[in-house]
Structures are given as structure tokens and as C-alpha cells.
């Protein structure tokens, strides 16, 4: 068989595992062949790849980021570019197509399916928002690299007596907040599911330090929001890919706190550093999973399919349903962190 790959969206650590099981499974175990787009959909209309052999991925399981490139597209490009890309898999020869990525990824990858084409979807985000699946790889990661920075932040926040607000990325879920928050034991966490009470929020880091507490710790997932009507907020807008552009929920918090406790308040934001570098164990385990399992599934056929973590299992489920709604987090989940913050 002939099986392209790509990666497309934002990258993620476990990428390389992907694409280094794929090549193993399918060149080894099946004696496929393998290309690699460059940078994601745009590889595939433009028809830009390269070879992907045993060489190629040598080294590259525990490096972040992609070989490919990534990139992301914009709907209505890929929606013009369906022939395109159909033209492309049939002159190149190719069985199946395997595109990693996130929530855009996966919508792209069902529209090419519904068009026709033979595509075996491997999940991935550090937002952890991919409903049907228990877990993304590159979650770990970035809730390991947020959980760091957070321990480092206590340290320098109870030397000067501040209140950080640390701005965590995750765009329409507040997974990563609330991991990260929990396991490093910060004072608050909002998240984009439960918008806050600005008031509420200000007499909980009060009480903090009228209880002889030096500093506090506030861990905001980027796409927070107030509770309507609450606090002055500037809502960003959208870039050109139709994602909402986030406005800064950590610098504007740090204000309002600062204002209400008197305390020096500082806004951190810890952005791309949560997607770069190694993958940590967990993660490169799953993405190999993944890997195995896609190219199985295009043995099988199963086309219009991804794969999904169910408990212990790799299983098959359609890409309509992947993209149907995004896994938030639950009210109970949120409350169970509250308890032990
Ligand atoms: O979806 C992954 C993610 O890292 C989000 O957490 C974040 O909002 C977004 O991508 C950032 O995108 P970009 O790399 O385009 O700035």
C-alpha cells in the first residue's frame, strides 16, 4: 500500500512518535510505502511531500514539534481544494491518507472523507478537547510544562508578595488550567466553562493573605471570561482561520485584582512554551499507539475513522462524531479541584 501522512494545526508534542510508528508499522510489519505532506493540508493541495523511510524517522520519537511542517488552512481553501486534493491522491498513487491534528484537522479530515476520499484520522492537542477520546497526547506534556512553571512562580510571587495570574493556554476549555492548577496546588483557577465572579475571586485571594499568606497563585485558562455584567472585558475578536483571538485574561485580571486587593498583581503567559520540547513518556506511548493502530486501520479498510483512548484500549470511532463537540470540563471535575485548592 501507499499511506500519506501530515500534520496539520497547531503542533503538539507526540507528533514525531506518530509519524515514527506509522513508518515502522506500515514499512516494516506490511511493507508499505510512506510520504509525509510538508506542512499539513497545504502539503497535500500542493501537492509538496517527501519519502518517509525507516531513515527518515530515525531519532525523532522523543523530539518535539514536527518534521513535516504544519500549518493551518483556511476552511474555505480546503472546501475549494477537495478536487485538488483528490487529483493529487490518485496521481501520487496513494491508499489511504492520515492526517494528525486537532479540532480544524479533524473537520477538514471528515470533509475530505464525506468527499471520498480514503482518510484514517489520528487525534491530537494539548487542549485535551477532542470529546471522543479519554486523552490527547501532548496534554501531558503541556500539563507537566504548566505544572513546572507554576512551582517555579510560587517562589519568586512569595519572595515579593504578589499575586501571579498565570495564563495557560487550551482555547475553549480549561483542561490544562485545571490540571496544572491541581497538581501544583495554586489558590484559584478559572476556566472557560465556569466564567468567574470577579468579586468572588477578589475575596478568595483576600482572605488568603488576611489569613497571613504572603503571595497567591490564580491559574487563568486563556479563554476564561467574566460573568456577564461583572468586570470590563475586552473580548478579542477572530483571526483569519475563524479562531477567536484571545485578549490577555491574565493581564486583565492582575489589573482588576490589584486594583481590588491592593497587592501587586502580575500577569504571566505561558503560551508556546506549553507545545515545545519532549514529549514526556505518557505521551510518546499513546502517539505510538496511535501510529500502530491507524495504519491497521487502513489495512482493514476502515476508512472515515479515527483513532480514540477508551480506558486502556485504542479503538476505531468516526470522524463524524470526533467532530460533533468539544470535551469541556465537567462542573464536577471543576468542584473537585476547588475543594483542594
Ligand atoms: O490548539 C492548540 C493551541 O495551542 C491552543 O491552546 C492555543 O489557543 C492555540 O493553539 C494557539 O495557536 P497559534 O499557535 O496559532 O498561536
Known sequence: MRIGVLT?????????AVIRSVVHRAVVD???????????????????????????????????????????VQPSHLRDGVERARGHVAELGLDAIIPIGGEGTLKAARLMSDAGLPIVGVPKTIDNDIAVTDVTFGFDTAVGVATDALDRLKTTAESHQRVLVVEVMGRHTGWIALHSGMAAGAHAIVVPERPFDI?????????????GKRFAIVVAAEGAKPRAGTMAFDEGGKDIYGHERFAGIARQLSIELEQRLGKEARPVILGHVQRGG?????????????????VEAVHRGEFGRMTALRGTDIVMVPLADAVETLKTVPDERYEEAETVL
Open 278 to 294: 519532549t514529549p514526556t513518556a505518557y505521551d510518546r506511548v499513546l502517539a505510538t499507539r496511535f501510529g500502530w493502530h491507524a
Open 8 to 16: 496539520s494545526g497547531g503542533d503538539c508534542p507526540g507528533l514525531n
Open 30 to 72: 506490511h511493507g508499505d510505502e510512506v510520504i509525509g505532506f510538508r506542512d499539513g493540508w497545504k502539503g497535500l493541495l500542493e501537492c509538496d511531500y517527501l519519502k518517509l523511510d525507516l531513515d527518515a524517522v530515525a531519532g525523532i520519537l522523543a523530539r518535539g514539534g514536527t518534521i513535516l511542517g504544519s500549518s493551518r
Open 199 to 211: 468579586e468572588e475571586l477578589a475575596r478568595r485571594v483576600g482572605e488568603r493573605f488576611e489569613a
